[in-house]
């Protein structure tokens, strides 16, 4: 059995973690840094095949000592594009891309002929037929929902501009690892899953203050107490285009409003590993939503989008932070985001790759908001109600492919009769009514005051 002395960076082993279910397991982890700490070494540690939000400091206790595996010690880590690996004798990270595709012998329904529909077995309420075609069976290649790096049905090569973008080369051992340890920001203490390029003097710090206003962040409390005297925000800056209830939503100019816009970045980034930060914030709008109260408007969540997309791209980033999650905020945001879209007459779709957490909030979206449809469709003079999938994109301004993949994901098409049919059986609408009753927070186009701007014809925004 090893020593706890002989434990370096790159070796594998078991570490003893708490599951969702509250059990102990031991799945296998990576050492990525070690630290001694008054004389009591800390590891910190990666779960092989988890998301790294997961990643932590550990002591020996955790650690499996007798299943240790040592790094290779003959070969440094082949580099990518002149740029260095992760660490000599460490196992090559790459990103596993799971791509929901379908088979070129598979016939993808028309975008444009109309859709029918029909019962089925006796057991379904509504079908919506596709196109008329060759006799065969569509299939539906569901992706991973864990995968983080799906692009849902379209092959993607992440483009490198932008302030957001994913960028895997320049993974190296430093923004591997967490970095803040803890933020303040308002009442709520949030522990970042990420790393995030805050100077560095401020990655000692037990705890980072932020304004929840200006989002500038100070080294301490009294910091923070004698920039609340001097900042006169008490909501983010910009012009506020949405209200109901207690929900506002500010569009901010990334070029006029610079400053808050990079604090944004970078608190963003504490919660978001699949986009690298970039101080350019000129060619982006931010859509920041909030919850008022006596205090001000609190940040809730947010999302950015390109002011000039050549990709139909109407979202570039999009976060709703921790302590808001899991209440229909996220969902919200995307609503949002697509009620924009409408307002400009465009269909869009949202930068890939998406995270783990917001592939399921839009798969998620696109079902329900395209299950609506369809089960609000009329039948005129006894005959099935007709829909085309380009009419359903120009209803919801959600693109064609995902509209189309979403049908995929859900097992909705079938051939019958010489046409393709989305077949909506009792379990989905059943499932959709539920969902849709817990669904409290909508969008309210009447309380939208947007006017959406030509960027082209700007010069220099």
């Not at 340890?181 to 560095?200: M, N, T, V």
């Not at 809730?300 to 570039?316: C, L, M, P, Q, W």
Request: glycine share 6%; aromatic share 10%.
């Amino acid at each position: 059995m090893a020593e706890v002395g002989e434990i370096i960076e790159g070796c594998r082993l078991p570490v003893l973690r708490r599951n969702q279910d509250n059990e102990d397991e031991w799945p296998l982890a990576e050492i990525l840094s070690v630290k001694d700490i008054s004389g009591r070494k800390l590891f910190y540690v990666h779960y092989i095949d988890f998301n790294k939000r997961l990643d932590e400091w550990v002591t020996h206790e955790r650690l499996d000592l007798k299943k240790i595996q040592f790094p290779k010690k003959e070969a440094k880590t082949p580099t990518k594009n002149g740029l260095p690996g992760s660490r000599p004798g460490s196992p090559e990270r790459e990103v596993k891309r799971k791509v929901e595709v379908v088979s070129p012998a598979t016939p993808v329904p028309s975008e444009t002929a109309p859709a029918s529909v029909f019962p089925q077995n006796g057991s379904a309420r509504r079908a919506v037929a596709a196109q008329p075609g060759r006799k065969r069976k569509s299939n539906c290649l569901g992706t991973d929902e864990d995968s983080q790096d799906s692009s849902d049905g379209i092959p993607s090569a992440p483009r490198m501009t932008g302030s957001l973008v994913s960028d895997r080369s320049h993974d190296d051992i430093v923004t591997r690892m967490k970095n803040i340890e803890c933020i303040e920001l308002g009442r709520h203490r949030l522990k970042p899953w990420y790393f995030s390029p805050y100077p560095q003097e401020l990655t000692m710090l037990p705890v980072l203050y932020l304004c929840e206003f200006c989002l500038k962040y100070g080294r301490s409390l009294k910091c923070l107490q004698r920039h609340l005297t001097k900042c006169d925000l008490r909501h983010p800056p910009g012009n506020e285009i949405y209200r109901k209830g207690t929900i506002s939503f500010f569009e901010i100019d990334g070029r006029k409003n610079k400053s808050y816009s990079q604090n944004l970045c970078l608190l963003a980034k504490c919660f978001l590993d699949h986009k690298t930060l970039y101080y350019d914030t000129d060619p982006f709008l931010f859509y920041v939503m909030t919850e008022y109260d006596c205090k001000g408007f609190h940040i809730v969540g947010y999302f950015s989008k390109e002011k000039e997309s050549t990709e139909d791209y109407n979202v570039a980033c999009i976060l709703t932070l921790p302590p808001y999650q899991r209440r229909g905020y996220g969902k919200l945001l995307i609503e949002f985001s697509y009620e924009l879209s409408k307002v400009e007459g465009k269909t869009g779709t949202p930068e890939k790759p998406l995270s783990d957490l917001g592939l399921l909030s839009y798969r998620s979206y696109w079902s329900q908001t395209i299950l609506e449809i369809l089960m609000g469709l009329k039948s005129e003079s006894g005959e099935r109600p007709q829909i085309t999938i380009n009419e359903i994109s120009e209803i919801t301004s959600i693109k064609k492919e995902d509209v189309i993949s979403t049908l995929q994901y859900l097992n909705l098409i079938n051939y019958y009769k010489g046409q393709y049919i989305l077949t909506l059986s009792e379990d989905i609408v059943d499932g959709h009514e539920r969902a849709m009753l817990k669904r409290l927070l909508r969008i309210d186009s009447k309380c939208l005051h947007f006017t959406p701007k030509d960027w082209s014809k700007r010069g220099k925004w």
